[in-house]
């Protein structure tokens, strides 16, 4: 399975998919080339430690159509089979959704269906709720609201700053997306499609 990596910034949940491939906890796969939007992104640095290939494709004034077309290009020149998104922060378009039709997965760091979008542990936290966690899904054309796949809890505690939680979670991030790509690569899911990711 060869998989393409998109990435905006820090880049802890690519590395840990890359080392679970190397190590073949992600049996038969192969990490092809790393995206980032932005140059800055550190994420970059430590793929190319790693071996893997990376390419910065900035927006640069560009519609979003533009812009996805060049990393469909890509994607596509590598014969990418699955599209991961590791804090890409950036929405894709319905052309890049329809390109990779079911094999784009997501890391979100909240329990979907609660709390889609952007801050998510501030929320969770000025909720009040007691249980929070991630959630590994499918993308479509809506949200962080695809069909999921699997979801790790994490206890909120009551001394919990977004930032305390956002570290717990993102502990459980890299296990549970790895966890989810296995199954993936071992063809237990073999699309997005909703019975699946039962
Ligand atoms: C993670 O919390 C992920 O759930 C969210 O963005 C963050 C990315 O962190 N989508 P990293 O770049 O993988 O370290």
């Known amino acids: 399975m060869k998989i ?19 190590s073949g ?36 004034g560009r519609s979003r159509d533009e812009h996805d077309a060049e990393i469909i290009s890509e994607l596509q020149k590598r014969n990418v089979e699955l599209v ?34 952007l801050d998510v542990q501030q929320q969770a936290i000025d909720h009040g709720v007691k ?8 993308v479509n054309e809506d949200l962080d609201a695809g069909p999921i796949i ?5 206890e909120v505690k009551d001394d919990d700053t977004a930032q305390t939680l956002a570290a717990r979670i993102l502990d459980e991030e890299h296990g549970a997306y790895v966890e989810a790509l296995r199954r993936i690569a071992l063809g237990e899911l073999s699309t997005g499609a909703k019975e699946n990711a039962r």
């Open 150 to 154: 699997l979801q790790r809890a994490v």
């Open 84 to 117: 991961c998104l590791a804090g890409y922060m950036r929405l894709l378009s319905k052309g890049f959704i329809h390109a990779f039709e079911n094999r784009i997965v997501n890391i979100h760091p909240s329990l979907l269906p609660s709390f889609p979008g």
């Open 25 to 60: 906890e992600i049996p038969n796969s192969e990490v092809v080339v790393v995206i980032s939007d932005k140059p800055s992104a550190p994420g970059l640095e430590k793929s190319r430690e790693r071996g893997v290939e990376t390419v910065v494709i900035e927006r640069k």
């Open 131 to 138: 249980i929070s966690g991630c959630t590994v899904h499918f």
């Open 4 to 22: 393409g990596i998109l990435i905006s910034g820090r880049g802890s949940n690519m590395l840990a998919i890359i080392d679970a491939v190397k």
